[in-house]
């Protein structure tokens, strides 16, 4: 069983809008943080968003303005909110968890933004 699972990637046009999720098995408040990174093809795995366990939040300077990570705690989902997207969001969207000194991974999900 997958700890961490996100959904809602796809294709969008520039300017439009997609909300990805990530769901955990566990009780999400036993994580330390959660955050969102993504990955172009041929760039490396770059931080998106973080949101830290008593309600830290960051962003890359590149989403900031346009994206929004939130969570629903009854839940144990994490969201990304994503606005006014560009064809340099296009990526592999991963959902990152840390928890006890371990790193957690989803799969991934693409974002592909047409221009």
């Known amino acids: 069983q997958e700890l961490l699972v996100e959904s809602g990637g796809g294709l969008v046009q520039a300017g439009g809008s997609l909300r990805l999720s990530c769901a955990t098995s566990l009780n999400i408040f036993s994580f330390n943080s959660m955050a969102w990174y993504r990955q172009a093809p041929g760039k490396e795995r770059e931080l998106v968003a973080s949101h830290g366990r008593l309600g830290d939040i960051n962003y890359a300077d590149s989403v900031r303005g346009r994206f929004t990570i939130s969570r629903d705690n009854a839940k144990n989902t994490v969201y990304l909110q994503m606005n006014s997207l560009k064809p340099e969001d296009t990526a592999v969207y991963h959902c990152?968890?840390?928890?006890?000194?371990?790193?957690?991974w989803g799969q991934g999900t693409q974002v592909t933004v047409s221009s």
């Open positions: 990152n968890a840390l928890r006890g000194g371990q790193t957690y």
